[in-house]
């Protein structure tokens, strides 16, 4: 069923009605991570709100071919057109080969996103591997006379195209405001005719190890050609909406924007959307502040600031708890508030499982499916879904205390709402009491079990046994202690 699903457009900044281009093929791209480094919140908020956009469109009916890149190349230190390469620096400083930085942070990248239950995009384009298509988009801008050579490298004329068209549209800057705010003095700088203008290609330094041939000179792409290179090769010369955090506005995004008109003629993005930032006890993230936690360090509770582990599932449902267009502020006091409140949605849908019905209901559960879907279809209002949820939780507790009842066609309509809105829409893995999946309760069940056994050696006094049962759990990583009145376990 196709739902009337309004978004809000960063460009036109208004709220709009979601039309697609073609009747039942949306294209969607979002800007991936540049993997150099462990996945952090910042990763999480657009992979989590792009994924719900996903997971709804395609519940309402949509094919969708979502397209999230990898950067592995051209994005240096600053977001701007000096500096070292991110991907570079780090493989020099590890003494690794630059693919080698990739693959690994990439398949942790992946890891992450697995254990937030973010699903894969349809295709995830590397960089590095669409040079040529970076290179020919460089040639259309030349061509079109946008850009210019200076030294071997290629710079966007942005003076030049700003007399045309108007470079800030997106941001909201005028070119003043851009000038005012543009660094100089460093390096590469000199070549350009003037600062605002940014990078299409650069020239490799002898050192550089990431470089390839092109007609100027052996180098690399700048940073903002890949999006528009790969999301047109991909989607199309117009596709429908184009993601990113909200800190890609200025300059990456706007930058795609006038390489895509000064190569097409026109923006190939119908709908820009972006999610806000996070913030951590109030303050920007930041490697300089102390406060990057990674979500490796949010799932172990290894950071100095977290007073206790937090979940996958407690991390999105806290993202999912604020509109993605709001910031959103990490706490522990948030977040583990965050857990009761899931723990509470939980315990709901588990007793609804064991709901059984009546005659007639005294509940009323009316609207509520379109409750949640009106929800969703105001610019993926989240927020608002999940309290539609809390309050048919209230619901459910008082049918499951019996001071009401329900019918059987009223029963099975929450627990279809219930799936459709909890697991498939917003992508919250179902947990036992204890907030565990499946799998980590069987787990945990499987070595009280054998560890029972060895209380039991023990007690008809078969040491041997009780002794290899120990040192086996031992040597695979389990710490293990006797206590007066049983034992405890740690890995
Ligand atoms: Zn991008």
Known sequence: MKQPLVIYNTLTRSKEEFKP????????????????????????????????????????????????????????????????????????????????????????????????????PSIEPHASGHIIEQINLVKEILDNGYAYESEGSIYFDVPKYNREHHYGKLSGRNLDDVLNTSRDNLDGQQEKHNPVDFALWKKAQKEHIMRWPSPWSDGFPGWHCECTAMGRKYLGNHFDIHGGGMDLIFPHHECEIAQS????????????????????????????LGNF??????????????????????????????????????????????????????????????????????????GIRQKCFDAMN?????????????????????????????????????KEVFKLFIEDIMGLKVTDEAGQSKAETAYKAVVDMVLNMRMEAKANKDWAKADKIRNELTALGFDIKDRKDGFEWSI
């Open 293 to 366: 936690i990674t979500l490796d360090e949010f799932f172990t509770g290894s950071h100095k600031l977290l007073d206790q582990p937090y979940g996958p599932m407690t991390i999105r449902f806290f993202i999912l708890q604020a509109h993605y267009r709001s910031t959103v502020d990490f706490s522990n006091e948030a977040l583990q508030a965050s857990e009761k409140g899931l723990e509470r949605l939980m315990d709901s849908y588990r007793r609804l499982q064991q709901l059984k019905p009546s005659p007639v209901s005294s509940a009323d559960i009316n």
């Open 21 to 120: 281009l073609h009747e039942n093929l949306v294209g969607m791209y979002v800007c991936g991570p540049t993997v150099y480094g462990d996945a952090h919140l910042g990763h999480a908020r657009p992979a989590i709100t792009f994924d719900v956009l996903f997971r709804y469109l395609q519940q309402i009916g949509y094919k969708v071919r979502y397209v999230r890149n990898i950067t592995d190349v051209g994005h240096l230190e600053h977001d701007a057109d000096e500096g070292e390469d991110k991907i570079a620096k780090k493989a020099r400083l590890e003494q690794l080969e630059p693919m080698e930085v990739v693959q690994y942070y990439l398949n942790r990248y992946h890891k992450a996103m697995e254990a937030l239950n973010v699903l894969p």
């Open 378 to 414: 105001d610019d993926l209002n989240t927020p608002i879904v999940i309290s539609h949820l809390f309050d048919a939780g209230r619901t459910i507790n008082s049918v499951y205390d019996g001071k009401a009842t329900i019918s059987e066609a009223d029963l099975n309509e929450l």
């Open 261 to 288: 008109v000064a190569s097409q003629g026109d923006d190939m993005v119908h709908y820009w959307m972006h999610n806000n930032m996070i913030t951590i006890n109030g303050q920007k993230m930041g490697k300089s």
